[in-house]
């Protein structure tokens, strides 16, 4: 079954397949040679769809805020852990992937927790920088719910570092980033419990 590849606005499906095409020539392969004639297409369908949140600003995926009540309170904070993601590295265009954890300190408003993972997902579909999509997920979240804080952590691996340094093929690149204030006794509960699980 064959699947659609989602888009970002302004994107060229024809141009992207003539790149391709362009970039096979131009590392002396013969692009017309039979088991080449729909890999600038296969290519450039998947480009597109991991390109696919370029343009958009990653904090529409979390919708509108659900807003609490004067007698509701959420507790201090509020996480999502081993959320998955795919990404490809801005540097070398390759891929790198892993999980990411979210939590946030809310003070009148929370986000459904599906969301929170879209809000992952569309950050993450674009050319990026492992320290960047930390710090977009968790000024999206500053941006739309005004929590007292947000820390976002990640760990993944990357096939640059596969690639230029085998030996540390297997290696995870660990990146924090908060914005805001999360209490210290609560950050470390939360820390304490997901790394015992």
């Not at 990026?128 to 820390?151: F, S, W, Y």
């Amino acid at each position: 079954m064959t699947t659609t590849p989602r888009t970002s606005t302004g994107t060229d499906r024809a141009l992207a397949v003539a790149a391709v095409r362009d970039l096979l020539l131009a590392v002396g392969e013969d692009a017309d040679r039979l088991g080449l004639l729909r890999t600038p297409e296969r290519v450039a369908d998947l480009m597109l769809d991991l390109f696919s949140g370029l343009g958009v600003d990653p904090a529409s995926a979390l919708g509108a805020p659900v807003a609490l009540t004067e007698n509701e309170h959420p507790g201090e904070l509020v996480g999502m852990t081993g959320i998955p993601f795919r990404s490809v590295c801005e540097h070398h265009l390759l891929p790198f992937d892993g999980v990411v954890d979210v939590y946030y300190a809310p003070e009148r408003h929370i986000a459904g927790l599906s969301r929170i993972a879209s809000l992952v997902d569309l950050a993450a579909r674009r050319p990026q920088l492992q320290e960047r999509l930390g710090q977009q997920i968790a000024d999206a979240l500053m941006t739309v719910l005004r929590p007292h804080g947000v820390a976002v952590r990640i760990e993944a691996t990357h096939g640059c570092v596969a690639h230029l340094e085998p030996r540390a093929a297997s290696s995870r690149a660990v990146t924090v980033a908060t914005v805001g204030s999360i209490p210290d006794a609560t950050w470390r509960l939360a820390a304490r419990d997901h790394s015992a699980s």
